[in-house]
Structure formats: structure tokens, C-alpha cells
């Protein structure tokens, strides 16, 4: 099996987003350990991610934290992303943070909470539209660890009373997507834990409110791509944060733990529309690298997300409908798993040279001395954190 030009040019205007704390220094709440070279400012992060870019032309786009990201002059910055060829993404915004966020943020009970939490999404929509985003991500750490300790349904109310008022505040061209969760920080209940509580809360908003769909943010087991499928159906899928988890919310490398599961997304993806033209699904990565190369974690990644995309282009659809319509269980299986073996990477790396891309991305940008660089001129100051 080979990919077909139909499917070279479909992946040709594939873009993934990466985000800005992928780069800073993370780790458990045992330790964070340190790499040399690591930012020390929001344009240092934004240079690494333009080394990603630069070595897959898969990357074009760079995620900011509001306010982990915080500068002057947003619309300085953007001028600087575009002198590496880069655009400034998707704006996350930070209700987890401020102490008084405690017992919650938009669905806090106290009305003086809430107006701090809305002020602060309001805000973060003045940043998009200097920096030219169209899109306001909102993940939210509320919820409570005790049966009892909080009103449940009520928090559903004022939740969507703080969400109408984000809303409003939206540029035409802007969106807000709504990220689930289904536990951490809170243990007992979260205010958006599922995609369904986050497909109605979007729902009751209009068109440019949309799910944000974590792949890491699921209890283990659960059939992610049957909820990619009906999001999709339902013409409310906004965007992914893509990771990968063995146990957790572990924000490994994409396709690490589970290639397989990213297969069969993709797959969804492709067959529900997400792939094309006018596509409103934005790919994105949330990532976090504890003890890997934080550039070639970035890499691996969004190299990771076009291989499985390739390999779902290359499932036989006439033939798989054609298995699933005459009940053939084995047959159906068979052409589903076929594209899914299928070994994509000369392929792809082939393609990459005739596009003037390296064919090997990792190898390129270890072969650029651009770590070195950063090791040496990187002293001083502070390294950037999963959070700074
Ligand atoms: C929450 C989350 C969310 C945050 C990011 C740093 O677990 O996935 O997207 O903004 O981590
Ligand atoms: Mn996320
Ligand atoms: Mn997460």
C-alpha cells in the first residue's frame, strides 16, 4: 500500500499546533528536573518551537498560557513569531493558579470570584486579538473532592452564566473551545468532566463554542474515537490537545503509550470531515517532557500525528463498507487493521525531501547544532517552567 496523491495533498495541509510549556522545564510533584538550554523567556520558547516547524513544516503555529506567557506587547510578540515564521495559536487561559481560585473559578459561589475569573478570559480575549488568535481555550480546575462539600447542579448554572459573558466578548473570527476533564485537580467531581456536560455547556452558547477533546483527559479504557466520531457529528468537535497516558493525565509523547488508539482517531477524524479543506478541528499538542529532549519530544510528536494520519488515509473505504454492509466481521477487521500495519515512514520521508523538508526531522535538527547553540547562550536567568 502506498499513499495516494489524494491523500499526500490532504496531509500537505496538515498543521499542529504545539504548545509554548512543552518547551519550559515540567515535571512530577517530586521534581522537576532541569535541561541546560531551557527557555528563559516566552520569545526563547517560541524560537524552539519555530525549530520544530522548521525541521517538519508540520508546525506552523505556537499555543500561548495566559498568563504563564505574559509580556507587554502582545502585538510585538506576534511581529516576533512572524520574523521566524511563526504565528502566535490558540490563547489558554489560567483560573488554576490564584489562590483565590481555591473553591473554584466561572463557577465559583462567590459572585466577586466569579467576576475575577471572567475578567481574567476577558482579558485573554484582548490578548488574542493582538496577537491575531483565533481561538480562546478554556480548561478549567473547578470541582470538589468531598460528596456534600459543593452544590453540583448549581455550579452548572453559574458556569453557564460566566460562559455566556466570555462568550459575548468573541470576535467574529474567534472561538472558545471547552476542555474536558474527569478528574485532577479535583478528586471527587469536576465542573467539566466529560464531553458531554462540555457539548452542552458549548451547546447552549452558539456556532463559535466548541469541544476541546484532551486525549489524556479520559478514565482509562474509554472509546475516544467513538466520542471524536460524535462530536464530529455533531459539528462541535473545536479542537484536540493531543498527548498520551498510560495511567493518568501523563502528557507523553503523542502515540507513545497507544499508537494504535491514535490510529483509530485518526480515522474518525478523517471519515467525519475533520481532515478537510475548511476543517474547524484545530490539532494541537499538550505536552509536558519530564526527562526527554524537549525539541525532539515536540518532534516525535507531531511526526507521530502525520504518520497515524497517513496510515488512516490509507484505509480502503469502498472496501471496508463494503465487509461492514455484508456482515463480514473478520473481513472488516482485516482491511482496518492492513492500513494500520502499513509502514508509512520511507514514504513519508521521501515525500518530506521532495518538499525540501530533511527526511529525517530528529536527525536534521540534531545534525543543526541549534542545542549546542542554546546550551551555551542560555546561561543565567531563569529556565522556564511548566507554569512560567
Ligand atoms: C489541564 C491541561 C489544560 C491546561 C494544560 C496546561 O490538565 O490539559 O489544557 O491548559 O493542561
Ligand atoms: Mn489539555
Ligand atoms: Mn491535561
Given at each position: 500500500m502506498t499513499i495516494s496523491t489524494e491523500a499526500l495533498e490532504i496531509l500537505a495541509r496538515q498543521e499542529i499546533e504545539v504548545p509554548s510549556w512543552a518547551y519550559g522545564n515540567s515535571g512530577t510533584r517530586f521534581k522537576v528536573f532541569s535541561t541546560p538550554g531551557t527557555p528563559r523567556t516566552v520569545q526563547e520558547k517560541i524560537s524552539d518551537a519555530a525549530q520544530v516547524h522548521k525541521h517538519t513544516g508540520l508546525a506552523p503555529t505556537v499555543a500561548l498560557h495566559y498568563p504563564w506567557d505574559k509580556v507587554d506587547d502582545f502585538g510585538e510578540l506576534r511581529s516576533f513569531a512572524e520574523g521566524l515564521g511563526m504565528k502566535l495559536g490558540t490563547i489558554n487561559s489560567n483560573t488554576f493558579q490564584d489562590d483565590a481560585y481555591k473553591f473554584g473559578s466561572l463557577t465559583h459561589s462567590d459572585p466577586a470570584v466569579r467576576r475575577m475569573a471572567i475578567d481574567h478570559h476577558l482579558q485573554c480575549v484582548d490578548v488574542m486579538d493582538a496577537t491575531g488568535s483565533r481561538d480562546l481555550k478554556i480548561w478549567l480546575a473547578d470541582?470538589?473532592?468531598?460528596?456534600?462539600?459543593?452544590?453540583i447542579r448549581t455550579r452548572q448554572d453559574l458556569l453557564h452564566e460566566s460562559l455566556v459573558e466570555i462568550y459575548d466578548r468573541l470576535g467574529d473570527d474567534q472561538r472558545m473551545v471547552l476542555e474536558y476533564k474527569f478528574f485532577e485537580p479535583a478528586f471527587y467531581h469536576m465542573d467539566v468532566p466529560d464531553w458531554g456536560t462540555s457539548y452542552v455547556q458549548v451547546a447552549a452558547l452558539g456556532d463559535r463554542a466548541m469541544v476541546c477533546l484532551d486525549t489524556g483527559h479520559h478514565a482509562p479504557g474509554t472509546n475516544i474515537e467513538f466520542i471524536v466520531a460524535q462530536l464530529l457529528r455533531l459539528g462541535k468537535l473545536g479542537s484536540f490537545d493531543f498527548n498520551s497516558r498510560f495511567y493518568a493525565d501523563d502528557d507523553l509523547i503523542v502515540g507513545a503509550a497507544d499508537p494504535f488508539q491514535l490510529f483509530r482517531i485518526m480515522y474518525e477524524v478523517v471519515v467525519g470531515g475533520g481532515m478537510a479543506d475548511d476543517t474547524p478541528v484545530a490539532f494541537m499538542l499538550d505536552q509536558c517532557h519530564n526527562v526527554e529532549d524537549k525539541i525532539i519530544g515536540q518532534i516525535r510528536s507531531v511526526l507521530n500525528v502525520q504518520e497515524m494520519s497517513a496510515r488512516a488515509l490509507l484505509v480502503d473505504r469502498n472496501a471496508l463498507h463494503q465487509a461492514q454492509r455484508a456482515g463480514d466481521v473478520m473481513g472488516a477487521n482485516g482491511i482496518f487493521m492492513d492500513a494500520f500495519y502499513t509502514d508509512v515512514r520511507a514514504d513519508l520521508a521521501q515525500w518530506r525531501e521532495s518538499r525540501g523538508l530533511p527526511a529525517d526531522p530528529i536527525a536534521a535538527y540534531v545534525a543543526s547544532g541549534y542545542r549546542e547553540h542554546i546550551e551555551a547562550d542560555r546561561v543565567g536567568g531563569n529556565q522556564a517552567s511548566w507554569g512560567a
Open positions: 470541582g470538589s473532592n468531598y460528596p456534600g462539600q459543593a452544590d
